[in-house]
């Protein structure tokens, strides 16, 4: 086939204009675009090509005649129509967590682990945004000396959480800046001009869902459940890109100038690492670049083979369509 016919489920959300805006960027071959969401969201109106488009309610019939159905609508929604989709003999790429830890479903960042893409049937997952860049900047260090144990503090933007978090730091913002008293609907304290040490929700062992995603999710992406790794997830008031602190101690010794000759050749990564003139990576960067950005590369003081980094990424865009969308140019 040389054109495709393709479902985006979740079209008008955050993370779903994304996907049709890049869709148009990178000149995906499509025959024919399919956009739903739910039902309040049924009506409104997308452009895509310079076409206008109508969402529609996703219904059992929404996928007949589709090759590609990208999720981007949540747990549940996924939960309920992907096997609508691939039983109608549609490929589905879905960003929501249903499927991620699921042995008989791929979990895909191309940059890092193409090979597997092709154990579906008939869904592929979509990584988490944290885990996704982590994964990109971590897996040349794993295939050239091994990694023991990872140590990751993560600083995330709102964005992460949808436009009702967007539009709450705005508001939040402006009730501060005008001595008002401010108001919460998204989060249980006030996110603007704060840090919660808080992402989804808490598990018996004391680490929260998001967490706990980025350890499962990157020992299944790197396919080795040896690695020792620790996280915590913070939310930051940042309107848009993750950034995180990463510490990891490696199996063999690298030196930090061989490990920037790496980096500059590998696809995927952006070094920004001039601290003499200032230069590292910073979240409104990743409005601009689509790359993962590394960055204040330098050796522990203490252990040998111990290195911390800063990442960051648009949690947005490669954190999450990006990706979907380079998964399905994979795929094709």
Known sequence: ?????????????????????ILEERKFPIKDLVLLASERSAGETIFFKKKEFTVQEPNKNSFENINIALFSAGSTVSRKFAPIAVKTGAIVIDNSSAFRMDSHVPLIVPEVNPQSIMNHSGIIANPNCSTIQMVIALKPILDEVGINRIIVSTYQSVSGTGKSAIDELTEQSSQILNNKKTTRKVYPHQIAFNILPHIDVFEDNGYTKEEMKLIHETKKILGNNKIKITATAARVPVFYGHSESVYIETNNHISINKLKKIYLKTKGIKLVDDIENN????????????????GRLRKDLTEPNGISMWIVANNLRKGAALNAVQIAELLI
């Open 279 to 294: 230069k590292y990576p910073i979240a409104i960067m990743s409005e601009i670049y689509d790359d993962v950005m590394v």
């Open 1 to 21: 086939m040389s054109k495709f016919n393709v479902a985006v489920v979740g079209a008008t959300g955050a993370v779903g204009r994304e996907i049709v805006k």
